[in-house]
């Protein structure tokens, strides 16, 4: 592999990343949140995934596959000159399932955002970071200032552990957003002393 | 923050409930549904055979004293050569350049190949994720 850790060739040295993921339905303030703790705009990237077909060997041609172009958008923040951080907004529905996997792996943790209009978008993204053992918290975004439940309506209606943390927040806001991202981190911190 | 204001008469509506057991069903098969790079064009029909495995947010910086043969390289092997002067993750380069990530990894893959970049694997944080690291990012994050 071609990574080096410390190279005297180089302009500046090389940061490692960390990701965490920002998971939600559609509109559900995703990219937002991003947007307000990114100190870039949010990027937005197209990745190309093929869904596995059964069956079908290699030669038998594109055709058989399923091709789905998926638009990720993201944000970066610098934590110090050898840390990056970038949080990816992932599209919450199941048929993603496929790219999840890719995205979660090394994830640090999720954040599912929970819209309470339509808070069974959120059901999937809960299933899979649950299963996966991806610490994660959920932001139930007040859209408006308003939310249709409380939290501990939303931890009961997701059947979530209590250790779960469920957190109202405002994903257009700086410091709420924040707010989040450090439940979240402190979250990762308590599952891996347990 | 106010709930429930728009039900005074406390008729409110009850959420929807999550299938706790959440079976994914038959077609649930990640292992099988992994990431399968289709590079194209300006990738020369090279496959992921002769690629370094690149992750999305593995870093990537232009060598700094490389020879350049631009006779032998992309025209957008040379612009992410030159946006990685800084480093940049391959999710950034794809952004900026606007070309799709799996096409972002050739390219760039090769230009590792040919010594002109250095690329750093991300942090994983499927071993335990160390204190330190997760100190620093919660200051990271406090600096905001």
Redesign the interface.
């Known amino acids: 592999?071609?990574?080096?850790?410390s190279?005297p060739?180089?302009?500046?040295p090389?940061?490692?990343?960390?990701?965490i993921l920002v998971a939600g339905g559609f509109g559900a303030g995703k990219t937002t949140l991003v947007g307000a703790?990114s100190e870039i705009a949010p990027?937005?990237?197209?990745?190309?995934?093929?869904?596995?077909s059964?069956g079908v060997d290699d030669l038998s041609g594109?055709e058989s596959?399923t091709?789905t172009?998926v638009a990720?958008d993201?944000g970066?923040?610098?934590?110090?000159e050898s840390?990056?951080?970038?949080l990816?907004g992932t599209p919450g529905q199941e048929r993603f399932?496929?790219m999840w996997?890719?995205?979660s792996?090394?994830?640090?943790?999720a954040i599912v955002i929970a819209d309470?209009r339509r808070?069974?978008t959120c059901?999937a993204a809960?299933?899979f970071f649950?299963?996966r053992g991806v610490p994660f918290v959920v932001a139930v975004n007040?859209f408006e200032?308003?939310?249709?439940?409380?939290p501990d309506?939303?931890r009961?209606?997701?059947?979530l552990n209590p250790e779960i943390p469920v957190v109202?927040c405002?994903a257009r806001d700086?410091k709420s957003a924040?707010d989040v991202?450090?439940t979240l981190?402190?979250r990762?911190?308590e599952s891996?002393s347990a | 923050m106010q709930a429930h204001d728009e039900f005074p008469d406390g008729i409110r509506p009850v959420p929807p409930q999550r299938d706790v057991v959440g079976d994914y069903g038959e077609d649930f098969a990640p292992e099988e549904a992994g990431p399968l790079v289709r590079p194209y064009v300006i990738a020369q029909g090279r496959d992921h055979a002769d690629t370094v495995q690149l992750d999305m947010i593995s870093v990537v910086i232009a060598a700094k004293r490389a020879e350049v043969d631009e006779l032998a390289l992309e025209p957008e092997q040379l612009r992410i050569l030159e946006l990685c002067r800084k480093p940049q993750s391959v999710a950034e380069v794809s952004a900026h350049l606007d070309i799709p990530v799996a096409v972002v990894k050739v390219l760039i893959s090769d230009l590792l190949n040919r010594g002109l970049a250095l690329a750093r694997a991300p942090y994983k944080a499927k071993s335990p994720v160390s204190r330190d690291v997760l100190q620093a990012v919660l200051d990271g994050i406090h600096r905001l």
């Open positions: 592999m071609a990574s080096t850790d190279d060739g180089t302009e500046a090389v940061p490692s990343a960390l990701k703790v990027l937005s990237t197209e990745e190309v995934m093929t869904e596995a059964y594109v596959k091709t172009t990720l993201f970066r923040i610098t934590i110090n840390l990056v951080l970038y990816f399932w496929f996997e890719e995205l792996e090394g994830a640090l943790g309470t808070l069974e059901f809960v299933d649950e299963r007040c200032g308003a939310h249709l439940y409380e309506e939303v009961e209606a997701l059947s109202l405002d700086r924040k991202l450090l981190v402190n990762v911190a891996v």
